[in-house]
């Protein structure tokens, strides 16, 4: 009985990658470690896989089974998950090994993570992270320190200033707003993370879908409902000045934010933090076109303690439908003094950095920064015969150039010559190697520039003057083939 055929398909959210962008993302994953290593941040590497208590309850997708996080079971019945970020499996690395650590201890990790999210267009459930953290120091010095990195590192990755900024806040002064519209104490917990993740959400749903969700909810295109805060009138209005705080300068932003966190003893430590990092910004000339401190900034992690800051690349594109819309968050982080804390009844104040390299590769390519012909594929010889004799010698000449450090492959499939030409382009092959019967007997090869022969043979016209002219190809002794494929290359 013959087995019924298995549908190819990947789950939503998950997205294969091919060799172009895993080269792309490797480059990008260098320069940013060469940053993180000039700031004295050492690598390291934790597991995909902890135990799910290590990983703890943070995420803000409540309405997911194992709320957000990819779990199973082990054959000792304990609970396992994927993790779902590289700040939670840091946290239990530093209390599992801290007596062998120097502390403060900085290290930087880069790799996969996952969300049991829902999956949306743009928004996948598997992505690459790159951390940077420095665990046993409460200093703003350390805060401070990661958000000027941050701004190194898109520097070093080729954006301009202008077309991206470090924008700052402080949980504290968030935690003074909500404290005086009476959302203090474990009682008034879930609403307070409703509070914080409406507010979270400014950039997606604007001032407008904030103030609904403060009140009694907002509808969006879908017809789906979403529930809100339900908060009075004045409450709404206090965190709704809060976030339209957009001042000329960080004096006059941390003067209109004292006044409204006054009387709130957190809420003032707050600023005060902000006030410090603000003035180490100006001493290394870190000025608003880089970092800006930002009352609209919150992160969706519950375990942020204090300082918060986040990446965003200001360029506007233009969607499929016309709209101009930013490319928005790349990367953020900010303090988070209890996660370690969790461990152990030490205190282990704690900050750290992410970039999302999925979103930023995404936002380099609307850039222009990502091009998507710049990488080449090998050089192909084709088989032009298929008796042992000429495969050998075909064989002979692959081994002659990659010997010579040059990429490069025979052509083991069945197609003829026009098949194998169609290969070599989708390949991106930058020359190819021909020797058929007559070039075998003079010794000779045929070598052709694809990239060359592709850009000439769209200024020809038609068909017989293509033949005639047998664009950027041309016939080199064998001795020869490694010099002339090397002098193609070096025209690249």
């Known amino acids: 009985m013959k087995m019924p055929t298995i549908k190819a398909r990947k789950p939503h959210g998950f997205a294969d990658r091919r060799a172009l962008e895993l080269l792309y993302s490797g480059e990008l994953a260098e320069k940013i470690g060469a940053v993180y290593k000039l700031y004295g941040f050492e690598p390291m590497e934790t597991p995909f896989v902890e135990f799910t208590e290590s990983l703890g309850k943070f995420l803000p997708d409540k309405d997911r089974p194992n709320e957000g996080v990819f779990s199973f079971q082990d054959d000792d019945d304990q609970w396992l998950s ?6 939670a499996p840091l946290a ?4 599992e090994n801290m007596a062998d650590l120097p502390r403060p ?20 459930r598997q992505f690459l992270q790159f951390d940077a953290d420095t665990v046993g120091t409460d200093s703003p010095a350390a805060d401070a320190e990661l958000c000027m990195m941050a701004a190194d590192t898109l520097e070093a990755l080729d954006i301009k200033r202008g077309d991206f900024v470090i924008r700052v806040n402080n949980r504290k002064i968030m935690d003074g707003i909500l404290e005086k519209i009476g959302l203090i104490g474990d009682e008034h917990h879930d609403r307070k993370l409703t509070v914080m993740r409406t507010m979270d959400k400014l950039d997606k749903v604007g001032m407008d879908g904030v103030e609904e969700l403060l009140g ?14 339900e908060l009075p009138v004045e409450a709404q209005q206090l965190v709704l000045d809060f976030l339209r705080i957009n001042s000329k300068n960080a004096a006059e932003t941390f003067n209109s934010l004292e006044k409204l966190v006054d009387g709130s003893k957190r809420g003032m430590e707050g600023v005060a933090e902000l006030r410090a990092m603000q003035s180490l910004f100006d001493a290394a000339g870190y000025g608003r076109d880089r970092i800006k401190v930002d009352p609209s900034v919150v992160r969706g992690l519950e375990y942020y303690t204090g300082p918060v800051f986040e990446a965003e690349l200001s360029v506007a594109l233009v969607n499929s439908d016309g709209i101009k819309t ?9 303090r988070y003094d209890g996660l370690v804390s969790r461990f152990s009844d030490e205190p282990v ?13 995404a936002g380099l390519k609307h850039l222009g920064k990502f091009d998507e012909g710049a990488v080449d594929g090998p050089v192909v010889v084709l088989a032009m015969d298929k008796d042992q004799a000429s495969v050998a010698r075909y064989q002979r000449m692959v081994g002659e150039l990659r010997s010579a450090g040059i990429k490069s492959e025979l052509y083991l499939g069945n197609a003829g010559m026009k098949g194998q030409l169609k290969y070599a382009d989708r390949r991106h092959s930058p020359c190819i190697i021909i020797q058929g019967s ?28 293509w033949r005639q002219a047998n664009p950027a190809q041309k016939s080199v002794k064998e001795a020869d083939l490694v010099a002339e494929v090397k002098r193609i290359l070096a025209k690249r």
């Open 92 to 95: 239990r690395f530093y209390a």
């Open 326 to 334: 930013a490319i928005g968050s790349i990367g953020g982080g900010g």
């Open 438 to 465: 007559a070039e075998r007997e003079t010794g000779t090869v045929q070598i052709k520039d694809m990239v060359e022969g592709a850009r000439l043979a769209a200024e020809i016209e038609n068909n017989e003057q």
């Open 82 to 87: 994927l993790r779902y970020d590289l700040t």
């Open 349 to 361: 104040p704690s900050t750290g950095f992410s970039i999302g390299l999925s979103r930023l590769m």
């Open 105 to 124: 201890f900085r290290s930087f990790r880069n790799g996969w993570v996952f969300r049991n999210e829902k999956a949306k267009p743009g928004r996948f």
């Open 216 to 229: 009694k909810g907002r509808m969006d295109e879908s017809g789906d409902f979403t529930p809100g805060a």
